[in-house]
């Protein structure tokens, strides 16, 4: 189905998941049945291990086998081909603690025989935060994540990387990602793009100008990993873009050959700038060219998705204003060949919170801790 038959579908309620409300689960397409492990219950925001699938072709729930493991907040998870993948995070250290702390276990789910598989011990220390992706040979490599959370702050991002094998149950570090110098690195974002993974490195400068005085500034590096070069010892590359590409905050994600950066901003962490929607939206090719003549979303960005050579985005928020009407459930596409917006069929009247679209290859899943919805032929 192409975008073009999304325009003329209709969005529906898709039964009740066992375990909603909820916030936040791991999600994977599988290809066909949508994975939904663990998150955070509504009624009181911990974490839980459940886990259940929904199957498009019969259009119900199953209950799986819970994650074997620790309840946890913010592990690092990915899809494999044949396997889920769910490693480190944080559990909470006591009520009011402000403490927490980082995990560096995890577990990978057979779906097709509905069984968890704890991994072995590797060479990352515990983090939470990290993030994974998986390479073109289905390992799943994992980066970034802070040691401790703590009401004081975190500790520095770990520089960390290491990719694990779920066909030989083995794990191997990698090169540390690149900083460069006086940058500090402040979290992470990592894309399988081509045979390489493409990482987005937010960062900090700040500078004492003065005694209990400082200032800085902020942005984002992009480095290439090609985790086969050198017999697999992976090397990094340092990806140039024009300065002009909000990439702070960006959603960076591969749309065919190139490279997505939506949503983002030219605002430093934690800088007082004038307030913006984030509808910057931007294309890059392999050599770091922005395609010229592109506009940014209608609509500001609350889940994405890619659906063949479109690249589809649905709104939480609402916005009103001179010109602007904007609801929870909206959504739009850009089409790749076009180079166009398309708007979609709005889903309104469910009022959702999106927090992850699923594209099935016949419709698309918007799952929701206030229920699922799904737009697609009747």
């Given at each position: 189905m192409?975008?073009?038959?999304?325009?003329?579908s209709h969005?529906?309620?898709?039964?009740?998941?066992?375990?909603?409300?909820?916030?936040l689960p791991?999600?994977?397409w599988?290809?066909?049945?949508?994975?939904a492990?663990?998150?955070?219950?509504?009624?009181?925001?911990?974490?839980?291990?459940?886990?259940?699938?929904?199957?498009?072709?019969?259009?119900r729930?199953?209950?799986l086998?819970s994650?074997?493991?620790?309840?946890?907040?913010?592990p690092?998870?990915?899809w494999?081909?044949?396997?889920l993948?769910?490693w480190?995070?944080?559990?909470?250290?006591g009520?009011?603690?402000g403490?927490?702390?980082?995990?560096?276990?995890?577990?990978?789910?057979?779906?097709?025989?509905?069984?968890?598989?704890?991994?072995?011990?590797?060479?990352?220390?515990?983090l939470?935060?990290?993030?994974?992706?998986?390479?073109?040979?289905?390992?799943?490599?994992?980066?970034?994540?802070?040691?401790?959370?703590?009401s004081?702050?975190n500790?520095?991002?770990?520089?960390?990387?290491?990719?694990?094998?779920?066909?030989r149950?083995?794990?191997?570090?990698?090169?540390?990602?690149?900083?460069?110098?006086s940058?500090?690195?402040?979290?992470v974002k990592?894309?399988?793009?081509?045979?390489r993974?493409?990482?987005?490195?937010?960062?900090?400068?700040v500078?004492h100008?003065?005694?209990?005085?400082t200032?800085?500034?902020?942005?984002?590096?992009?480095?290439?990993?090609?985790?086969?070069?050198?017999g697999g010892?992976g090397?990094w590359?340092?990806?140039?873009?024009?300065?002009?590409?909000?990439?702070?905050?960006?959603?960076?994600?591969?749309?065919?050959?190139?490279?997505?950066?939506?949503?983002?901003?030219?605002?430093?962490?934690?800088?007082a700038?004038?307030?913006?929607?984030?509808?910057a939206?931007?294309?890059?090719?392999?050599?770091?060219?922005?395609?010229a003549?592109?506009?940014?979303p209608?609509?500001?960005?609350?889940?994405?998705?890619?659906v063949?050579?479109?690249?589809v985005?649905?709104?939480?928020?609402?916005i009103?204003?001179?010109?602007?009407?904007?609801?929870?459930g909206?959504a739009?596409?850009?089409?790749?060949a076009s180079?166009?917006?398309?708007?979609?069929?709005?889903?309104?009247?469910?009022k959702?919170?999106?927090?992850?679209?699923?594209?099935?290859?016949?419709?698309?899943?918007?799952?929701?801790?206030?229920g699922?919805i799904?737009?697609?032929?009747n």
């Open positions: 192409s975008i073009a038959s999304l325009k003329s969005w529906r309620s898709l039964p009740a998941d066992p375990l909603a409300p909820r916030d791991i999600t994977a599988t290809g066909h049945e949508l994975l492990v663990g998150g955070q219950r509504v009624a009181d925001g911990a974490a839980f291990t459940g886990a259940d699938a929904y199957d498009p072709q019969t259009g729930w199953e209950l086998p994650f074997p493991l620790a309840a946890r907040d913010s690092a998870s990915a494999t081909g044949y396997g993948v769910v480190g995070g944080s559990i909470a250290q009520s009011g603690s403490l927490s702390q980082t995990l560096g276990d995890g577990a990978i789910l057979d779906p097709a025989h509905r069984v968890w598989r704890v991994l072995p011990a590797g060479p990352l220390p515990p939470t935060g990290s993030v994974a992706v998986t390479d073109g040979a289905d390992n799943v490599i994992i980066l970034g994540g802070v040691l401790v959370t703590a004081a702050g500790t520095p991002v770990s520089r960390r990387v290491a990719s694990y094998d779920p066909a149950r083995t794990w191997r570090s990698l090169p540390d990602l690149p900083v460069a110098t940058h500090e690195l402040l979290g990592a894309v399988l793009w081509g045979s993974v493409l990482v987005a490195e937010t960062w900090q400068q500078v100008t003065a005694p209990g005085e200032s800085g500034t902020g942005g984002v590096d992009l480095f290439l990993l090609d985790p086969r070069s050198g010892a090397h590359s340092r990806f140039p873009v024009p300065s002009s590409t909000a990439l702070i905050g960006a959603d960076v994600r591969a749309l065919g050959s190139e490279l997505v950066v939506a949503g983002g901003t030219m605002c430093p962490p934690f800088a700038c004038p307030y913006s929607l984030n509808t939206f931007g294309l890059l090719d392999a050599q770091g060219n922005a395609r003549g592109i506009f940014g209608p609509i500001k960005l609350a889940a994405e998705t890619v063949g050579d479109s690249y985005v649905m709104t939480g928020s609402q009103t204003g001179p010109g602007r009407d904007e609801q929870p909206d739009a596409a850009f089409n790749l180079g166009e917006w398309v708007t979609l069929p709005s889903a309104r009247r469910f959702p919170e999106p927090q992850a679209l699923t594209w099935t290859g016949r419709e698309l899943i918007a799952l929701s801790s206030n699922s799904a737009l697609g032929p």
